[in-house]
């Protein structure tokens, strides 16, 4: 297990220590009335939030790099290991809660450090990690309708976990991803340093790209690259049933979606009897028509399932797929479904064959209340660029594909149900995905992957590998190599982890 060895005097002093260095407004305990709506203000999975799951003894609530340094320099002192969280969205709720009930750990919460500076004309912006996307999408677009920014769609994700942990989105087969469009960043690290990339070093500025933040330090903020976008961009979401040819259009979607031209995104959700085709192309309706006529005509896609919009606008289609959801939509962090999540996910490296997704639809898929199934597209850009160029190694495969299960009701019987679903599906694709290593996007984070164990008081490498060569195949050495020189105590630690290196432990 992973546990901790901090006692009821550390955490007094730890709390002691808090106090002469930082204000007391912004350290929360469960005294404070101010603690529990702090703490589930952005927990995105409900099933960390049940009685039983260990909570942290303080929650510091940032305003300043200043605070992020004190707060590690405090925790390493007196043994309280720090959990960051940005946005909370960790699929297994590593940033605000613990596996292990005897844990005694703080959360640095960085919801209030999220100031966003756009310089247009050089197009670059510098964000801080408890941004989120959305709040990133608007203010580009605010600033011009050609530029725009490479990352996920869901617009409450922040920035701190997304861009350490690579961020994929719409904008991936041209741009690639959000990791790879970052030109500095500010780390605070395991001692208590606030360092930038010519200070930090090409190794820890490599790891934070795609390796998870949280076994490194704490990045504060980030620079990134803005990329060029048409003035006018169009999507179309297509509905097909399965008696409309949907387990044929899926199998073919599968050997075109990724070789399509670069401005051309196109994603499938399946769901109960249907497939949703959903596209977003960087530029007009006609072209993009000839495109599909060309290259997807069984699809059936005509200039009359064509809307024709800004970049930004487009964000909210490609979540929403709505388009007249206001722009604001994007700012509301609150937007907060209170839902219960398990996600399974897998690459595909050849195209799964037409009985078995029928299979699929047979055996799980076309009952009503199921959750989807969604298909992402490579290729492009994301091809072009070498596995270890960034700690994300999963760069060649045709497409990604996420098990995103999540339910409102509560209760065991659920959960088991619900799981179990999940884990039927994932076992019945086994044959057809990614084999050694069945790989895995460690922003769709799975502890059924496995989780650390200790060695000594260090987490084990030999242990730690079992899950890290899914996440980063080669690069998880490298990852470790880093770890072992940044955070030679292991104090960065948590339910997967980076170890360090043996040779250095
Ligand atoms: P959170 O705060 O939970 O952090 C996640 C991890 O990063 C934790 O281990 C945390 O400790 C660490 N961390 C956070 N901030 C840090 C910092 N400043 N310094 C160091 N470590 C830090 N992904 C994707 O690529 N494309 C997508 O479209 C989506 N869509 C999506 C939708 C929904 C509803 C969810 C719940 C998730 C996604 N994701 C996604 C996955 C998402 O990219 C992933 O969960 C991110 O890590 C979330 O970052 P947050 O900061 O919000 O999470």
Partial sequence: TMSSSASRDDVDAFLGCLSTAIPPSI?????????SPLLLSSVRNLRYALPGTAKPLAIVAATEPAHVQATVLC????????????????????????????????????????????DAARAEAWVESGASLGELYYTVGAASRTLAFPAGSCPTVCLGGHLSGGGFGSLARKYGLSADNVLDAVVVDARGRLLNRSAMGEDLFWAIRGGGGESFGVIVSWKVRLVRVPETVTVFGIRRFRNQSAADLVTKWQGVAPFLPRDLYLRVLLQNPQADFVALFLGRCGRLASIMRRRFPELGMTPADCQEISWVNSTL????????????????RSNKP?????????????????????????????????????????????????PSATPFPHRTYLYQ???????????????????????????????????????????????DLGTN???GNVTSYEKAKVWGEKYFKGNFERLAAVKSKMDPHDFFRNEQSIPLFPAAA
């Fill in 27 to 35: 350290v929360h305990t469960p005294a404070n009335n101010s603690y």
């Fill in 75 to 118: 925790g390493r002192r007196h043994g309280v290991r720090v959990r960051t969280r940005s946005g909370g969205h960790d699929y297994e709720g590593l940033s605000y809660a613990s596996l292990d009930p005897h844990e005694h750990f703080a959360v640095l919460d960085l919801a209030a450090l999220r100031a966003i500076h756009i």
């Fill in 317 to 332: 289609f490609v979540e929403f797929f709505t388009t007249d959801k206001p722009l604001d939509v994007l700012l509301d």
């Fill in 338 to 386: 209170d839902y219960y999540l398990k996600v399974k996910s897998d690459h595909v490296e050849e195209p799964i064959p037409k009985r078995a997704w029928e299979g699929l639809w047979d055996k799980w898929l076309d009952q009503p209340g199921t959750p989807p199934i969604m298909l992402d597209p490579y290729g492009g850009r994301m091809s072009s660029i070498s």
């Fill in 401 to 447: 594909l996420q098990i995103y299960s999540f339910w409102f009701e509560n209760g065991t019987d659920a959960l088991e149900k619900r799981i179990s679903w999940v884990k039927g599906v994932h076992k019945d694709l086994e044959p057809y995905v990614s084999k050694n290593p069945r790989a895995v996007y460690v922003n769709y984070r799975d502890l």
């Fill in 453 to 455: 164990e200790l060695e």
